[in-house]
């Protein structure tokens, strides 16, 4: 069924860069054949599943959106996608994505944007708009995104889906082609809170293959979502963060985000106001530390080892320099040569200590923010994002205006905590979906599902 509904949308949609129809069925069947014996390998046996083009798959293609992997067939599963092959989910095939993640649009994939199933003329959201969409226009039940700023959590919001960014080091990034090292973490991409609770569940959870991988049990999501789907809030502590909401944030999201907050005092929660600083400074202190980090992952791409090689043709005997400089010209886009400068002027001697440096100081304020304000609340809350989905083409020439987007999510990336967006209603002045963050202390993603399953 989902084939062929990926057969009748994708074509005005293109949430998908690859569908693997034959290896899919071929799952499902061995997945009924488990189901029929009475032995199905997880509670998500034979559901079938997207995964962001991102994720190394064995025998699928890989491009991260990008014309420099173009061809490029991994040799090996990441982690998480053996996880959901071992739980028995078909693989649907790979999602449209921002080159290498870079962006809040997939209005910067190689392969052409995404559409917004709401309205083919937005866009939805990104990095992960491929994901977000299948899951919104029903291609797909469950998918799985990235977030390094907001991947996951913004194309929730805007296609009206749950998205959930786990604690940092809770889910294996091995396989996980890297942005940003210190902010990447992979997570669910689903219609409802318990189907993110039980997704996280097939793929979070210890890898030894992973130096940054948490060696402690997950707690049990899947009991915190349906306790919170009893609608009974009592005993949590809400805190709204002043930094995020107001300037910037378009009327209707903030309405549909103050009647989320009444939603939770009616279910017996308490709201407090918290202060979060050095929020402010999230955005800057990401675009260095993100493109540092990015710079120096993109330098494998050399011609030598992956995809794409361009030789030179105005060059008699070109060196390997060379077609090193004509691959990376040729097969990187605008986006993805800006932040490669960006990173390597950050981190070039002389300004290391004035911006990286510098940036990696603040990031330290911005984690004792969150330390603060969990001492007073159990969970923070905001709008995921500051507006709706914006039309496609509007904030491309204006790569600032593009980052301003992800105002609200960033910060717990810098800090490494876990978010969830949970669909919270249509904006007045364009009936599109708005979205509502709820953040936890590292290691408490249960918070997340509990609150996040209560205001649903
Ligand atoms: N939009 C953000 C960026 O461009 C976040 C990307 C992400 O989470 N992968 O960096």
Redesign the pocket.
């Known amino acids: 069924a989902h084939l062929d509904r990926i057969g009748e949308v994708d074509g005005a949609v293109h949430a998908f860069l690859h569908v693997d129809a034959e290896g899919a069925l071929a799952q499902a069947a061995a997945a009924d054949r488990r189901r029929a014996a009475g032995k199905a390998a997880s509670p998500l046996d034979g559901v079938p599943i997207a995964v962001k083009d991102v994720m190394t798959t064995a025998g699928l293609p890989t491009t991260c959106g990008s014309k420099i992997l173009e061809g490029w067939v991994p040799p090996y599963d990441a982690t998480v996608v053996a996880r959901l092959r071992a739980a028995g989910l078909p693989i649907l095939g790979k999602t449209n994505m921002?080159e290498f993640?870079?962006?809040?649009s997939t209005e910067h994939s190689a392969y052409g944007p995404t559409h917004n199933p709401w309205d083919l003329d937005r866009i939805p959201g990104?990095?992960?708009g491929g994901s977000a969409a299948a899951v919104a226009a029903f291609e797909a039940p469950l998918a799985i995104g990235?977030?390094?700023?907001?991947?996951?959590r913004?194309p929730g919001a805007v296609t009206g889906t749950v998205g959930v960014k786990p604690t940092y080091g809770g889910v294996s990034r091995y396989g996980l082609v890297a942005?940003a090292n210190s902010l990447?973490q992979a997570g669910p991409v689903t219609r409802t809170v318990l189907d993110a609770a039980l997704l996280h569940e097939v793929i979070g959870g210890h890898d030894p293959r992973d130096s940054t991988s948490i060696d402690q049990p997950l707690p049990d999501l899947v009991a915190a979502a349906r306790q919170g789907a009893t609608g009974d809030l009592s005993g949590v502590r809400i805190g709204v963060v002043e930094e995020l909401g107001g300037k910037g944030y378009q009327a209707g999201v903030l309405d549909r985000f103050r009647e989320s907050v009444d939603l939770m005092v009616g279910a017996g929660a308490e709201v407090v106001e918290v202060s979060c600083p050095h929020f402010v400074h999230a955005l800057a202190t990401?675009y260095l530390i993100?493109p540092a980090e990015a710079s120096s992952n993109l330098a494998k791409f050399d011609a030598m080892r992956y995809g794409l090689r361009v030789v030179p043709e105005d060059i008699e005997n070109p060196s390997a320099e060379d077609v090193m400089r004509a691959t990376r010209d040729a097969g990187f886009g605008d986006e993805v040569k800006r932040r490669i400068i960006l990173g390597t002027y950050a981190l070039s001697s002389g300004y290391y200590d004035a911006y990286y440096g510098q940036a990696q100081k603040v990031r330290t304020l911005i984690a004792r923010d969150f330390e603060a304000a969990f001492e007073r609340a159990d969970v923070l809350v905001s709008p995921t994002a500051p507006t709706t989905a914006f039309r496609l083409g509007e904030k491309l020439d204006d790569p600032l205006a593009?980052?301003l987007?992800?105002l609200a999510?960033i910060p717990a990336?810098l800090a490494g905590v876990p978010g969830i967006s949970v669909p919270s209603g249509l904006a007045d002045e364009d009936g599109l979906p708005t979205g509502l963050q709820v953040l936890a202390p590292a290691t408490a993603d249960e918070r997340v599902y509990r609150v996040g399953a209560a205001v649903e």
């Open positions: 921002d993640a870079m962006g809040s990104g990095s992960g990235t977030d390094t700023g907001g991947s996951i913004q942005l990447d990401y993100l593009m980052y987007n992800d999510t990336n």
